[in-house]
C-alpha cells in the first residue's frame, strides 16, 4: 500500500504544461506538482476536484503534489510513480504466488524490465503499466501512443521464447471497472503487440486498486478483452 502525507482537497483550475497545474486549495491558487505526464485530459477538467500532498522539501518551488482526482463517482489516483511501488508490495506479499530473488529494474538485452523474479525454479521479467483512462467502466492502455510500451512487449516476447516466465501487469489506479482493454483506437501498434504477446507465452494481467485520498493499493483481478 501506499499512503500519502498531508493530503488536501482542492479544484483543478488548469494545467499550463504537463509538470505543473494550478488548483485552489483553502481559497487560494497553488501551483501543484503533475505526479503524471501524461495527457490526461479526460481527468483534469477545470473545476473537477482533487487531491493534493504538501511536499516535505521546504525548498521546492511546489508545495503540493496533485495525486488523485475525482471523475463522476470514481476516485482515481493518477500518480505515475505509484503503480510500480503498489506492485512490489503485491508482489512481495503473494500476489502472484511463492517468488524468489525478487528484484526491480533488470537488464536484460536492450530491454529494461520493472521486476524480475524466480518463480517454480522459472526465471521471470515483470513489466508494469499504470492505467487511468476509463469510459462506462471499460479501462483501456495507452492513454497516447507508446513506441516504449511497444518494446517493451518486444522484449518480453523475446525472453518467452527463450524459456522465460514474461508478465504484463496493468495496474488499473481505480476500483468497480467491467474489464481491461488495450486501446486500439490510439495506438494500433501497443494493441497489435499485446495481442501477439499473449500467443507467444506473455502472461497478461491486469489489477483494480482500492484508492482512497491518501493511499492506494491492488485490490482484486480484473478481466483481460483484447476486442475486435
Not at 13 to 21: D, K
Not at 100 to 123: H, I, Y
Not at 157 to 174: K, N, S
Not at 187 to 204: H, M, S
Amino acid at each position: 500500500m501506499i499512503l500519502y502525507q498531508k493530503v488536501v482537497k482542492g479544484r483543478f483550475l488548469e494545467r499550463p504544461n504537463r509538470f505543473i497545474a494550478y488548483v485552489e486549495i483553502a481559497d487560494k491558487a497553488e501551483i501543484c506538482h503533475v505526479k503524471n505526464t501524461g495527457r490526461c485530459k479526460e481527468l483534469l477538467q477545470n473545476g473537477a476536484m482533487v487531491y493534493c500532498a504538501a511536499g516535505e522539501n521546504p525548498k521546492r518551488k511546489t508545495k503540493f503534489d496533485l495525486i488523485a482526482v475525482e471523475k463522476g463517482e470514481k476516485l482515481i489516483n493518477m500518480d505515475s510513480q505509484a503503480p510500480n511501488r503498489c506492485a512490489a508490495a503485491w508482489l512481495e506479499r503473494g500476489g502472484l504466488g511463492t517468488l524468489e530473488n525478487l528484484r526491480a529494474e533488470q537488464v536484460w538485452g536492450d530491454s529494461r524490465f520493472d521486476f524480475a523474479f524466480q518463480k517454480d525454479g522459472t526465471p521471470c521479467f515483470l513489466e508494469v503499466k499504470g492505467v487511468t483512462l476509463e469510459e462506462n467502466g471499460v479501462v483501456r492502455f495507452p492513454d497516447a501512443p507508446t513506441a516504449r510500451g511497444t518494446k517493451h512487449l518486444c522484449g518480453l516476447m523475446e525472453a518467452a521464447a527463450q524459456g522465460y516466465g514474461a508478465y504484463v501487469l496493468f495496474v488499473i489506479q481505480m476500483e468497480h471497472i467491467s474489464h481491461f482493454e488495450p486501446n486500439r483506437e490510439t495506438d494500433p501498434a501497443f494493441a497489435a503487440a499485446l495481442e501477439a504477446a499473449a500467443a507467444k507465452g506473455v502472461t497478461i494481467l491486469a489489477v483494480d486498486c482500492a484508492v482512497t485520498p491518501d493511499s492506494m493499493e491492488i485490490h482484486n483481478f480484473v478481466p483481460v478483452r483484447f476486442g475486435n
